[in-house]
């Protein structure tokens, strides 16, 4: 069965204090790897695709990384914009579901100034 | 580019009511998703349409129907809501499936409540 699991749960960073979001995952062969930011009362807002181990992808103070089994999206000196909840989602390639991203329940990161 | 659309942002229901959750998107994609979202859990897909002409059910359609009734346009109906039905509902919309990527926009959300 596919599965995330996203830890921590929730996170306290100052303002500046660099930290990284850790996404662990069972999938039947991996389309492709997800990252999304949610704000509080809107809808998850897309970051970042991985498709393979090894790939990186940045933006802004943003960095993506790729295993075999798990994904880091590290955090560099982080502001206080940057609050929110991380959601991270794998998508299958194979099984009658294939298309569909299975999700975590999410990292609620918090910056203080 | 409004992106996904939906209507409406908010809705306070009594049990056994029925209603529709409309979604819409304007940047031509194939397939779109109807998601649930709960405290403590993640998004948890509800019904979805790989194209135009066709549905699939997700990880928790009971209670619910979808129609796709066109390329752009794709409702989510409660036939008689229940308590466990009160959550955030997302509609999200992808090009392609079946293609070597495929990311899923979603839509702001519609925020549900059943008394």
């Known amino acids: 069965e596919d599965q995330v699991t996203q830890s921590p749960e929730a996170l306290r960073l100052q303002e500046g204090e660099s930290s990284s979001l850790n996404c662990s995952y069972t999938v039947s062969g991996l389309r492709g790897l997800f990252w999304y930011r949610q704000d509080p009362g809107k809808g998850p807002e897309f970051l970042f695709t991985?498709?393979?181990a090894g790939e990186e992808k940045e933006k802004e103070r943003l960095k993506a990384t790729l295993t075999k089994k798990e994904s880091f999206l590290h955090i560099t000196a982080p502001k206080p914009e940057d609050s929110a909840t991380y959601l991270c989602?794998?998508?299958?390639?194979?099984?009658?579901?294939?298309?569909?991203?299975?999700f975590g329940k999410g990292t609620k990161l918090s910056v203080k100034p | 580019n409004a992106g996904v659309t939906q209507t409406p942002k908010f809705q306070v229901l009594k049990t056994g009511q029925s209603m529709t959750l409309q979604c819409a998107q304007d940047m031509n994609h194939n397939s779109m998703y109807w998601y649930r979202q709960d405290p403590g859990m993640g998004l948890r897909l509800i019904y979805y349409?790989?194209?135009?002409?066709?549905?699939d059910k997700g990880e928790v359609p009971n209670g619910y129907n979808v129609s796709r009734l066109n390329k752009r346009e794709f409702s989510l109906r409660l036939e008689s809501a229940a308590p466990s039905q009160t959550s955030v509902y997302f509609c999200?919309?992808?090009?392609?499936?079946?293609?070597?990527?495929?990311?899923?926009?979603f839509g702001p959300g519609t925020r549900l409540t059943v008394l």
């Open positions: 989602a794998v998508q299958g390639r194979f099984g009658g579901s294939q298309g569909n991203l299975i």
């Open positions: 349409s790989a194209s135009e002409g066709t549905t």
């Open positions: 991985l498709y393979s």
């Open positions: 999200a919309s992808s090009e392609d499936p079946s293609g070597s990527t495929d990311t899923q926009y």
